[in-house]
């Protein structure tokens, strides 16, 4: 369906949604720096924050990226106290994963920051037209086969580093 403005020129809302998506993850990213969190990062805490004790493998499902992925970045929420892995109440080969007290905090932290990052990224928008942009692109969302709070970016991580990794 090709969806043209009254004055009969292409639309460009592709573009625009490109435009203004990049804009956001450069803003969200920024936000997060006085943390010391990457988007990534944010994610992950917010995933283990709605699923208490889910497995790093399940985890990496959720996220639709490799798991092997996923452990560097698990890893790296350890070493700063974040996160802990525990023991799998009913398989020994998988670990749980929990939000420390330290980690409900620096959570509690970004999610005042992403209240922040709406406001910032809905500047110019009335309440209502906020809640119809909301409701737009949760159509487009889903339209393009997008899971419900998850970022697509997570299935793509490291594949960057990687092909430079291999042009070397």
Do not use: W
């Not at 990049?22 to 924050?49: C, H, N, V, W």
């Amino acid at each position: 369906m090709d969806h043209k403005p009254h004055d009969g020129k292409p639309s460009q809302v592709a573009f625009l949604l490109s435009q203004v998506g990049g804009r956001s993850a450069q803003e969200f990213a920024r936000l997060l720096g006085p943390l010391g969190l990457t988007p990534p990062d944010a994610g992950i805490l917010r995933m283990i924050r709605i699923q208490e004790g889910i497995s790093q493998q399940n985890l990496a499902k959720a996220l639709n990226m490799h798991p092997s992925r996923l452990v560097a970045l698990i890893d790296a929420l350890e070493e700063r106290g974040l996160v802990v892995r525990e023991a799998h109440a009913t398989d020994r080969r998988l670990y749980s994963l929990r939000l420390t007290e330290k980690g409900q905090e620096v959570l509690q932290s970004m999610m005042d920051l992403a209240r922040e990052h709406n406001k910032i990224m809905c500047a110019g928008l009335s309440a209502e037209e906020c809640v119809q942009m909301e409701s737009m692109l949760r159509k487009i969302a889903g339209a393009q086969g997008m899971v419900a709070g998850v970022h697509p970016g997570y299935r793509d991580l490291g594949k960057a580093k990687r092909r430079a990794n291999e042009a070397e």
